[in-house]
């Protein structure tokens, strides 16, 4: 029911989004080639223009994965998807900027990923039909529900002290979290706004939130 997806055509909505772009990246390997299973024989011959870090420059794909399992951090990302949103691409974009463990997307299986640029294929991303199965599963992983919106009863995220374990959702842009995930959530967290605007972008408070969590658990900044 919430298995991780598989890559296949009905995540890609858009099939002009695997046109390639401008070239950018690095030309063929210089010099000797270097040892080790990490390389990609056929990215050192003819150069590598993913969208990665210098320090993935000419891994394999697998590899590249591999490293980030070791590393990734603690926090998950979920976004409600009963509408089409067209943010999620962002969103999972900035969790593999964060090293978000995993992304889920609860409701609809198919996203636009347009806005992801490529880093789906390095980023877990799993399906939850509903959000009872989604809790279900957080539960059973003994990951806190944070709900990221504006509720009367919402905290702010700037002076919540955030689990170590948990995972951070997000609704749909205009209508935002849905009932049944407010009712579920451990809390829910506001982002203070100082303008006019009654809310910002569902993928500009993702980034917020999980750059939060990043202060607090890898720089240890004190809420």
Known sequence: ??????????????????????????????????????????????????????????????????????????????????????????VVRTANAFLAREVHIIGRRRWNRRGAMVTDRYQHVRHHPTVADFTAWAASEGLAVIGIDNFPDSVPLETYDLPEKCVLVFGQEGPGLTPEVHEAAEATLSIAQFGSTRSINASAAAAIAMHGWVRRHVFGQPV
């Open 1 to 90: 029911m919430n298995e991780p997806l598989p890559e296949t055509p009905d995540r890609i909505d858009d099939p002009a989004h695997e046109t390639p772009g401008p070239a950018v990246g690095v030309g063929p390997w210089e010099g000797a080639a270097p040892d080790g299973d990490h390389w990609d024989r056929d990215l050192l011959a003819a150069g590598d223009t993913r969208n990665v870090v210098d320090a993935y420059r000419y891994w394999t794909h697998e590899a590249i994965v591999a490293d980030l399992d070791e590393r990734r951090h603690g926090f998950h990302v979920a976004i409600e998807n009963w509408q089409h949103d067209l943010n999620i691409g962002s």
